[in-house]
């Protein structure tokens, strides 16, 4: 039920929620775009080796995200009341810290260095599921209205944006000299600042939200994982949104893993990372203003559809047609980003409906474990991305080291890796959304006014 006590939801909580997704972003996003590339270039680990160590490491990350996303529905930490805060409180330091150990330049050699890579990459997956789970699972907690939650989901790509434009833009002109070559130490520079700025978001995460949706256990009840997972079988909703959100991260990391090599080694002109990263401003901008209205006369599932399809087109066109300018390549990429850049606004607005729905059909909530879930296929779709791209660039002869030189083959191999990255998010996109996810407009509708009734007798 609805805490009255609080003050109401407001910008208060949409702004504080807008610095907790920065506050993963300034190491999510960081290490997923360059931890593969400090390895491969400043370390000299081989691309077939880092593909492996990515796949271990999310097999573990099968165990670990259900176990951590429960720990809320189990224990309450402090005498709060707050159900999620308390446990971004915990994790946020060891997040930041790892994000620094991820880009040390470490002396080791050999085992040892290949040691030392696995255990800071496990360590920093470990800590980001700590925090990101109860900051994404809090938005059921800081307003039952539907609106409020669309608003949360808004301010949360808005978070994550405002890292990709305004964070990582600078990479690419700190990390890289003139002639592209990579400079060590200044990768280790960022993610020290990343990592500062990381624990100062989420204390005004945490200072600016209130949890106003309080769950009350009944005397004696007791948590059982079993029922989680008999729940979310049944969740058809959140098994769409869980394949599309696959599709999602592929894009996310792939991409974002990926894009060093392709301005490196395809156009030899590192500075256009900066115009990609930048240029994405005015698209997150436009869809800000935009979406929302379209929303509100097409409904979330149809304006993902129709986006979807949009970068569907352009993102084959782009593949199919090699683009032989770098300008030209960046300024289409930007064009196809639309598409994406709404799936990014509406998606957690659809996966707080995916709550609603287990409570709707099946009378049971567990917010934590659900929504840990939900992560779980981002760290698939992360996975998939991450072994894919090492994986691929040893296929086709990628050679490690700072000095290396890539035969004419393997730079038009990268820019065909490259780019089928978002030809396959947009198709399982569609699966997800078009497919599986069976909440129209009508239906959403009906779960809300039935929703809002049942909870109105409980309070009573």
Known sequence: MNDQSTRPFGVKDQVGYVFGDMAGSFVNLFVDAYFLTFCTYVLGISP????????????????????????????????????????????????????????????????ALHAWVAIVYVLYSIFYTGTSMPFGAMASVISSDPIDRSKLSRARSIGGTIVGIGALSIVPVVCFDKDSNILPERFTMIAVIFGVLCIISYLLLCSLTVERVRQQKQEGETFHYGRVLKA????????????????????????????????????QNTSFMSLASLGTLPVMLICFVLVPKIVDKFGKRNVILVMSA???????????????????????????????????????????????????????RA?????????????????????????????????????????????????????????????????????????DNRKTQEMYEALAKRRGKETV
């Open 367 to 439: 917010d934590g474990s659900m929504y840990s879930l939900y992560t779980f296929s981002r760290k698939v779709g992360s996975t998939i991305a991450s072994t894919g791209a090492a994986s691929a660039l040893a296929a086709i002869g990628y050679v490690s080291g700072v000095g290396a030189v890539q035969s004419a083959a393997t730079v038009n191999h990268i820019y065909y890796l490259v780019n089928a990255v978002p030809v396959v998010t947009c198709i399982l996109e569609l699966i997800g959304i078009g497919l599986i996810f069976n909440l």
């Open 48 to 111: 077939g080796w880092m593909a492996g160590m990515f796949l271990a490491t999310r097999l573990w990350d099968a165990v670990d995200d259900p176990i951590m996303g429960s720990f809320p529905d189990r224990w309450m930490l402090g005498k709060s009341g707050d159900k999620f805060k308390p446990w971004v409180k915990l994790f946020m330091i060891p997040l930041a810290l790892s994000g620094i150990l991820c880009f040390s330049n470490v002396p080791f050699e050999g085992v």
């Open 310 to 364: 949009y970068n569907l087109i352009l993102s084959s066109f782009i593949l199919l047609f090699p683009i032989q300018s770098a300008f030209l390549y960046t300024v289409l990429n930007l064009l196809a980003t639309i598409g994406q850049t709404a799936f990014t606004i509406l998606i957690w607005a659809l996966v707080t409906d995916c709550l609603d729905y287990s409570e709707w059909k099946m009378n049971f």
């Open 232 to 267: 979310a079988v049944k969740n058809r909703p959140l098994i769409g949104v869980m394949v599309a959100t696959i599709g999602s991260m592929i894009y996310i990391t792939g991409s974002g893993q990926l894009r060093s090599y392709i301005y490196k080694e395809y156009y």
